[in-house]
């Protein structure tokens, strides 16, 4: 059907490719994007196989650098206690709390405790969240904590303006639901828009400096009291 060489690399001829063919891949906000939540909702054979592409480079890229730090068919990565500015416990060499999961196959399915012995898995539910709405007070903050369901999806609706149920987005608009959960933690320590813009970055969501700001104070009408 689309009977054409291009750079599957390149996003610019990726989305010609696409055009060419009558395909639109956009995003939440009606962009056109070649990224893995506008490919998903398009779900054209072209679409597909790019996604399937880029899974099997991810778990190459992770697989060939751990085999070069195992040892003995096991990973010991180094545990660091004053590195995160949150000062939450972090890891390197390799950072074993970073293990994507949403790949398949699921590449966290590769560690497997020594025999007679089992991980043990324990972690808070939103401690941050719950100790912000306590001390802030901050009565819609306190409601949303208390009702349960998605935090971050619901956020997602309210600031992004998703059309949607708060249980479709995660599987729909896995990227709008990114940006709300780093826009919620960076508010809960003091960030501001530069630093939001940057923390998008580096999870290559590409956002101007004013629209983060734009979506900071959405935010700050919606939970006035954290502000």
């Known amino acids: 059907k689309y009977g054409a060489v291009f750079n599957i690399d390149s996003p610019i001829q990726m989305l010609e490719m696409f055009h060419i063919n009558g395909e639109y891949p956009r ?14 909702n398009l779900k054209t054979p072209l679409a597909t196989w790019i996604l399937k592409y880029r899974k099997a480079i991810k778990v190459h890229q992770y697989l060939s650098k751990w085999d070069k730090l195992r040892h003995e068919d096991r990973l010991y990565p ?16 390799p950072n074993i709390q970073q ?4 790949d398949d196959p699921v590449i966290r399915d590769i560690f497997i405790p020594d025999k007679g012995k089992v991980f043990v898995i324990a972690d808070y539910s939103q401690i941050e969240l719950r100790l912000a709405a306590h001390f802030s007070e901050d009565p819609e903050l306190i409601r949303r904590i208390k009702d349960g369901g998605d935090f971050h999806g619901q956020v ?12 479709e987005v995660k599987k729909k608009y896995p990227e709008a639901r990114d940006i709300s959960k780093t826009l919620v933690y960076l508010t809960l320590y003091g960030g501001s828009a530069t630093k939001f813009q940057l923390s998008l970055k580096e999870q290559g969501i590409d956002k101007t400096e004013r629209e983060c700001k734009d979506i900071l104070n959405r935010f700050y009408k919606t939970f006035p009291v954290l502000r």
């Open 156 to 167: 997602a609706i309210d600031v992004l303006g998703l059309d949607c149920k708060v249980d």
């Open 99 to 102: 293990v994507p999961v949403r």
């Open 78 to 93: 180094c545990y660091h206690q004053h590195t995160a500015i949150t000062g939450r416990l972090s890891s390197s060499d």
């Open 27 to 40: 995003k939440w906000d009606g962009t056109d994007s070649t990224s893995t939540e506008a490919l998903s």
